[in-house]
């Protein structure tokens, strides 16, 4: 092999694996993350099955002003979709029992760059729900 096409072959490897990882960014990667402390605490307000071929679980909760039992003024609907495979892992029935006892909930997430319109009506992934016991004015 002649040293012009070892240095053509050594260039398309690295244009190669920097489209790969300028699509795993761009396709793959997340615009932000509620994890840990940046999460959304608020009440669930509604959670049904939507779609027609592709079904989703898409949410509602009060957040903002919301993070105590019950919405009040200045709260802001948050729209959220939990996966299939996190719903069966047993954050439906975490969801379940906040929606239906009213308690106030701590929602980690992650918002991905791009993904199909059928996956999401909202663009947000619940990964995580934890109740949470606070009192009105507390934060």
Same mark, same amino acid.
């Given at each position: 092999?002649?040293?012009?096409?070892i240095?053509l *072959? %050594?260039a398309?490897l690295? !244009?190669l694996?920097?489209?790969? +990882?300028?699509?795993? =960014?761009? $396709?793959?990667?997340?615009? @932000?993350e509620g994890?840990?402390?940046?999460?959304?605490?608020g009440?669930?307000?509604?959670?049904?099955?939507?779609?027609r071929?592709?079904?989703?679980?898409?949410c509602d909760? *009060? %957040?903002?002003?919301?993070n !105590?039992a019950g919405?009040?003024? +200045?709260?802001?609907? =948050?729209? $959220?979709?939990v996966?299939? @495979?996190?719903?069966?892992?047993?954050l439906?029935?975490?969801?379940q029992?906040?929606?239906?006892?009213?308690?106030?909930?701590?929602?980690?997430?992650?918002?991905?760059?791009w993904?199909a319109?059928?996956?999401?009506?909202s663009g947000?992934?619940?990964i995580?729900?934890?109740?949470?016991k606070?009192?009105?004015?507390?934060?």
């Amino acid at each position: 092999m002649s040293k012009g096409r070892i240095v053509l *072959f %050594v260039a398309g490897l690295v !244009v190669l694996l920097l489209a790969a +990882g300028g699509f795993n =960014w761009f $396709f793959l990667g997340n615009i @932000s993350e509620g994890l840990g402390g940046d999460g959304r605490v608020g009440v669930i307000s509604k959670c049904s099955l939507k779609g027609r071929v592709f079904k989703t679980h898409e949410c509602d909760a *009060f %957040v903002g002003a919301a993070n !105590v039992a019950g919405p009040t003024l +200045g709260a802001s609907i =948050w729209s $959220f979709t939990v996966r299939d @495979s996190d719903w069966d892992a047993g954050l439906g029935a975490t969801i379940q029992q906040a929606l239906e006892s009213g308690t106030p909930v701590k929602m980690e997430y992650i918002q991905p760059r791009w993904v199909a319109s059928w996956r999401t009506d909202s663009g947000y992934y619940v990964i995580k729900v934890e109740p949470r016991k606070e009192v009105r004015g507390e934060r």
